[in-house]
């Protein structure tokens, strides 16, 4: 099972913001801005080059997820962002679907 699989089953701790039937937000254990948090489907996806059109729905719930962790913690009105690391020269590390939420600081563009 892998890092993402065992924290939506609770088998390792992670300090969760929300959750539902399908999704996980929880905040991420190194975080690069003062609201950093993941969200992530419960069911195994790879990444987002791994979604498949039966994941049409569940794509959509995750990033009112996103918007959903945004306003709960207190960035949406500043403004945030939202990332997808997909595959290697994107920097994806943690091979389960997830979605960044950024915010609280000013960032650039484009990205490192
Ligand atoms: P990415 O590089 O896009 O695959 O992002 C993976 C993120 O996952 C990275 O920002 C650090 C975070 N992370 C890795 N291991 C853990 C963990 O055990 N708990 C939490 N909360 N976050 C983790």
């Given at each position: ?6 924290i ?9 913001l ?12 190194n975080p ?8 992530i ?45 997909t ?20 960032m ?5």
């Amino acid at each position: 099972m892998c890092l993402f699989c065992k924290i939506a089953a609770k088998q390792i701790p992670a300090k969760i913001l929300f959750e539902d039937d399908e999704l996980v937000a929880f905040h991420d254990v190194n975080p690069v801005a003062p609201t950093h948090v993941l969200v992530i489907p419960k069911a195994h996806v790879a990444s987002l080059g791994d979604a498949a059109p039966e994941h049409a729905a569940l794509l959509g719930k995750l990033m009112l997820a996103a918007t959903r962790a945004a306003e709960l913690t207190g960035v949406a009105q500043g403004g945030y962002r939202v990332v997808a690391n997909t595959g290697a020269n994107a920097g994806q590390s943690v091979f389960h679907l997830h979605l960044h939420v950024l915010g609280g600081r000013a960032m650039g563009w484009p990205p490192g």
